[in-house]
């Protein structure tokens, strides 16, 4: 399907949600979202990319410890992997969009003039946005579910303030040594309000990317890690192979380093195959901006092509499931492949990102912090699905494993109990 660019924008309850914290990349289109992207676009640098890596190593390397802390570490018993992602996922975007480091095992107590820790109130926002549009202060004060949901919120703001602060103060020095997404930002906005004159981020402005680079980088991330290690677990031969492909890059004894886990392109289709099986966005809600047409195929078998006009105001949903199970573009669809992630494939039929200038600015932060948990753990242990029972056959396990559920804001697996048992060279 092809359309011209800048012609639907996204509908009214999506700026919303997603303009909880002041005006964003998410929440703006035609100018204004220009501006904002044009700020926001070299945040995502090589630098960044390196500094995602080297905070996926410190925490995957932290959980290896702490497994091996919990009985030796040989074979390790994850209720819910999940979990793991989600933690891992939330503990990266921190550290690396905002230089906000905590530890695995780090207790929970929140730093002196604070009621939560970061992750605490960031999780709570994220996974309770919803109720916070629903109700107000005074509603959320009456039960103790709803003072959490309240207080969480405060405390981001108090917490993404501080950062402004402290990092308008000390931009300038720090501007060599950090690479985490907010300092750039940061950096990036003084620098256009000097040469642009006034044409930076406002403090309102900077508060909502943060947030929406949380909003929309955490739970995408934690869903399609957590499919892909389910995917590699139910399928054992393709999880050796991906191992091998490593092996063949990582020499025995040493640890991947960002330049080995970017060439690993087995694992990076590993990653691609689950995202086209399990896309967490499953669809793109958007409106038409002004009459259009759209210029598609016909749904027969002659396959003729076809335009279809738009009216302005057409709700339209572009059906990312539709497409990534689409046997004209994937042969054999719903068969895990990674190998047709190497050779040639059709780039339009691959949209879990989206496409053209609205896509993820944030994948190539995804696609280094799965790799390299991947390559982390597929070095130090195997994995297989916990059965439920000694009778549960693999195709059941299976099936329990890739059942998807709708998460806060995506699609992610419901839940994927994994043994981990360690690989000895
Ligand atoms: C597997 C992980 C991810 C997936 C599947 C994903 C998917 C997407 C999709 C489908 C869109 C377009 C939505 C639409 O047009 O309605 C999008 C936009 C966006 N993503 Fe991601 N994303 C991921 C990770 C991330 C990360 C890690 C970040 C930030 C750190 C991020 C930040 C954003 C932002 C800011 C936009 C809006 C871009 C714009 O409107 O110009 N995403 N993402």
Redesign the pocket.
Known sequence: MTTNKGEFV?PVE?YIAASLYGP???A?ESDE?KR??KI?APS?SERNNRLVYDETTRITTEIFESWSNKGGGETVKVDNALTLTSKL?LMV?SA??FGMRSGWEDAEEPPTGHKMTFPTAMSTVLSNFVIRLVFSDTMLNLWQGGRKVATAFKELHVYMREMIEERRQSAAAESDSQAD?FTNLINGTSLEEEEKDGDGLTDEELMG?VF???????E??A???AFTLALLATHQDIQEKAFGELRSIVPEGEIPTYAHVVKWSYGLAC?YES?RLY???VA???KAAHDTVVATYSADEKNTPITVPIPKGSGIM?N?VGLHYNPKYWDEPEVFRPERFLGDYNRDAF????AG???????R???V??ITVLAHLLLNYRFKPTPLNDAETPAEMKERLLRWRQGAL?MGPEKVPLTFTRRHK
Do not use: D, Q, Y
């Not at 929406?212 to 955490?218: M, Q, T, V």
């Not at 949209?351 to 989206?354: L, Y």
């Not at 200038?357 to 994948?363: S, V």
């Open positions: 996204k999506m964003n990349l998410v703006s979202w904002h992207r926001a995502f996922a975007i690396a969009g997404l990317n929406i680079f949380l909003f929309a980088g955490h995408t991330t869903h399609s890690i990653i995202l896309s967490p966005v793109f809600p958007k572009i990312v949209m879990p990102f989206a200038p609205r896509a993820c600015i944030g994948r932060f995804s696609e912090e799965a995506t």
